[in-house]
């Protein structure tokens, strides 16, 4: 690391009610994560000493669509009253209130932290509820993560440095993307890595109901294809296997192992290849661990095919199940150009 950079994560946390991670950019999320019934507070921030952060507040959750229920705005109350939103900073719709006002945000947070932590921001006619508890520990962290503590721009117990003073996020790890368009398969190519693939699974051992084992594969390169088959299965998750190999014959396989290019703390380094699947556009490949079978919380990461490997270009975690997001929104521990 260059010397002046902030230190980058990864990083994930729970302190009581809220949840914050922080990738190897330093940019961090945090929201409530306990008992909101769908009434939710998100900040997000960015290192260094641009302010480059935002705060939405919203209603609705994968069990009640926002469509179905009234508009937040006006019921939104702090110490029994309503919460008061200046339109000029404000990104106001029914059930989101959003700003990216630096002056704005950092005011609202700081306020809050200070309240005790049996505080909350509740609904009003409503079962919503924003609870603090746990807020101050989290906003800290980012604090501590991103380097401000003692600066002007700390969200907690801020000091006397300037702004200027705040470490810079590390550059963007970059990845070569392969040259697209890449060939799709013909349909002999097609054919021939299906019955190799069959013949895998069917020396394979696992133990999963042969009748329900599946066999994909997808193109990598002008030369290069992915085969995935099903092997072990669970109430919510498939394990796949994975194998590298050239689009004709005579194949020559590699079996696939991944592994995350961090230590993350009290994880295995090594990724369960779990409900496994290659998204052809982006040219991606893709696992995602559920949590539970409803999909809203897990582990997913995403890879492209480089030089011979995979190299992590994503990885998004969400450990609470609460109903409010899929994998595509949850945060973020690791980017990649």
Known sequence: ML??????GPAQQQFADWLVTCN??????????????????????SAGAKDDMSLRIELGSLYAPPTKLPAIN??????GKPLQLDKKAWQITPHRVKTTNPAVITALVRSLVAEPDNSSITLAHAQGSISLDGMKRAMAFIDAMQKRQGNQSAWV??????PQRTPPA??????DKPELPIKPLSAKELNDLLDYGSWRMANSRCSMDPSQREVRVAPLSGNKAILMV????GAYNVVDLVWVLNREKPFHARRIHLRLPFNWEDHDRDVELMNTRF??????????????????????TRWRYT???FRLVRLASQPVCDGQETADAWPTLWVAN
């Not at 010397?3 to 980058?8: E, K, N, R």
């Not at 190897?24 to 999320?29: A, G």
Request: charged share 15%; net charge negative; proline share 5%.
């Open 3 to 8: 010397p002046g950079l902030a230190f980058a």
């Open 24 to 45: 190897n950019q330093n940019f961090c999320q945090a929201r409530n994560v306990s008992h909101h019934h769908g009434l939710i507070m998100a900040l997000s921030r």
């Open 74 to 79: 006006g019921r939104l109350l702090w110490h």
């Open 157 to 162: 117990e801020p000091g006397v440095l300037p």
């Open 170 to 175: 590390p550059g963007l790890l970059a990845i």
């Open 230 to 233: 099903s092997c072990e299965s």
């Open 279 to 300: 998204d052809d556009h982006d040219q991606v490949f893709i696992t995602l661990n559920k949590g539970r079978g409803f999909a809203d919380c897990g582990v997913t």
């Open 307 to 309: 030089d011979e490997q």
